[in-house]
């Protein structure tokens, strides 16, 4: 086995090997080259495969090694050709097949098909690959050995992915037995789904249901509420103007009581005076009757009089001593009244109190009403707009 085919055969081509990625021979010469040159040059090289005529950038023609000394083999053939330019040779002059010309793109399996098409006699010749503006010759053999490399491979890589395939194979058939598993336990999940669907359905209902009931008491609430709050309000305003009322006759009966507090002082200041002179006439009769008593000069007229002073002086005493006791208790009812009257109008300032509080809430009551009659509005706005989007 010559060098190139050594090469090729420790060369690690891939599943896509292409003949770019193959040795390559750059031998050329021109149609006026000697063809004993040519035989010289294959004598040099054993691996050359053959040989390129090219005209520039035109290619004359193509002879591998062995039909070159096939022809130089037969009876004259080395005495008629050595000497003469290459281009006189048959295979070059009159080809029976021309080169197979391929791009250096093509994947080594095509070039290898397409070189078995051609005449048995000319399978093994070289094969023309142009890489890029260059032309140069690849072994056939070279091809033959890197087709054999890329379907080893190729043939390791279908074993391995045989066995790939096997044990994907076993994955999913344990996959499978666990998707049985996990179908037999989501049907169990969706049997149990659907009865607790069923049980979220009826309870769906009875919320709705609820719902609905609320929404009536709601709405009586709403009724209830606003009749309270309109007989409230009159009511409250009633009250707000009774206890107004209590509380100015309070204070004119408390200002009635000041004054006849001041009356029962005058009325007890002139019973001093009068008890101061019912003293006085006493003192004056008991001097007279002294005075008397001392002239030796009683009269029985005088002692009427002075019996008859005395008896008035008593009799006002008595007198005075009733209106006393009468202003006295006088006195202590207007304190009574007094007291009463305060009372009262702190518990008709307490009630007013009450009352503003309780206009307040109604007040707010009637706010709340206001707003849950707003957002009642709004809501039903809103199923309005949905049911409008959905149809």
């Known amino acids: 086995m010559n060098e190139t085919l050594k090469a090729t055969s420790n060369l690690q081509l891939a599943a896509a090997t ?22 010289d040059q294959f004598q040099r090289d054993p691996d050359l495969p053959g040989v390129l005529v090219v005209a520039g950038d035109r290619v004359i023609g193509m002879i591998s090694k062995v039909k070159f000394f096939e022809r130089m083999s037969q009876q004259f053939g080395r005495d008629l050709y050595l000497p003469r330019p290459i281009k006189l040779l048959p295979e070059i002059a009159n ?4 080169p197979l010309v391929l791009m250096a793109r093509t994947p080594v399996e095509e070039a290898v098909e397409q070189a078995l098409n051609r005449p048995p006699a000319f399978v093994y010749e070289p094969i023309v690959v142009r890489r ?17 490399q890329v379907l080893s491979r190729k043939n390791l890589f279908i074993q391995q992915q045989h066995l790939h395939t096997q044990h994907i194979l076993e994955s999913l058939k344990l996959e499978k ?18 009865q607790m669907n069923e049980a979220l ?5 009875s919320v709705r249901e609820q719902a609905e009931r609320i929404a009536q008491l709601n709405q009586r609430f709403i009724s209830i ?11 409250f305003q009633e009250t707000f103007t009774g206890v107004n009322q209590i509380s100015r006759h309070t204070a004119e009966v408390y200002r009635l009581s000041e004054r006849l507090k001041q009356d029962v002082e005058i009325i007890d200041q002139a019973t001093h005076q009068i008890a101061e002179i019912t003293r006085q006439v006493k003192h004056i009769a008991v001097q007279a009757g002294l005075i008397a008593s001392r002239s030796g000069q009683r009269t029985p007229g005088f002692d ?6 005395n008896k008035l002086a008593n009799q006002v005493v008595v007198a005075n001593q009733q209106v006393e006791e009468m202003a006295n208790h006088f006195r202590h009812h207007i304190r009574e009244v007094v007291q009463s009257t305060a009372s009262g109008e702190k518990i008709a300032r307490s009630l007013l109190s009450q ?18 009659d707003t957002a009642a509005a709004a809501t039903e706005e809103e199923e309005v707009l949905a049911t409008a989007v959905v149809a």
């Open 18 to 39: 292409t003949l770019a990625d193959l040795p390559y021979f750059s031998y050329q010469v021109s149609p006026e080259t000697i063809a004993k040159d040519v035989a």
């Open 201 to 205: 359905e009826q309870q769906e209902r």
């Open 177 to 194: 037995e666990r998707n049985q598993d996990y179908a037999k336990r989501l049907e169990s999940q969706l049997t149990r789904a659907q």
């Open 355 to 372: 009352v503003e509080t309780t206009q307040q809430a109604i007040q707010e009551l009637q706010t709340l009403l206001n707003a849950e």
């Open 132 to 148: 890029g503006k260059q032309l140069v010759l690849v072994d056939m053999r070279v091809v033959l050995i890197a087709q054999a």
């Open 95 to 98: 080809p029976k097949v021309p």
């Open 304 to 309: 009427i009089i002075v019996e008859a002073i």
């Open 225 to 235: 509420s606003q009749v309270l709050s309109e007989r409230g309000q009159k009511a």
